[in-house]
């Protein structure tokens, strides 16, 4: 998605400007106070699509990830809460061991 946004901060004598929000061709951001000149930093923008299952963020869902939601179950893991997100694979709101058992399926096959 290509756009601008700015930032002020409270005395709006300064603003974060991100300018041409653009995957192909980057974002320009500038840090400026009001009585200077811009001054600019190219970016790249990579979009992320994340995959419930997929806990640990590698791009597949395996035994490792069912690992971490079964420490997590346990208490001797602490999920961030995007991992928590993506670990409560049947959406109820709980991450437990049904989630568990689904990533276990979803990783042989079993189920989508």
Not at 8 to 15: D, E, K, P, Q, R
Not at 22 to 32: E, K
Not at 53 to 77: C, E, F, K, P
Not at 95 to 109: K, P, Y
Request: no cysteine; net charge negative; glycine share 8%.
């Amino acid at each position: 998605m290509d756009g601008s946004m700015s930032f002020y901060n409270g005395a709006t004598t300064s603003a974060l400007g991100i300018y041409n929000n653009s995957t192909a061709t980057g974002a320009a951001a500038a840090w400026s106070p009001y009585t200077s000149t811009n001054t600019y930093q190219q970016w790249y923008l990579e979009p992320v699509a994340y995959q419930r299952g997929d806990v640990n963020i590698d791009g597949t869902i395996n035994a490792t990830d069912a690992l971490m939601v079964s420490q997590s179950t346990a208490g001797t893991r602490t999920l961030s809460d995007l991992e928590k997100y993506l670990a409560d694979v049947n959406g109820d709101g709980q991450v437990n061991t049904a989630d568990t058992q689904m990533i276990n399926q979803i990783s042989v096959g079993t189920i989508e």
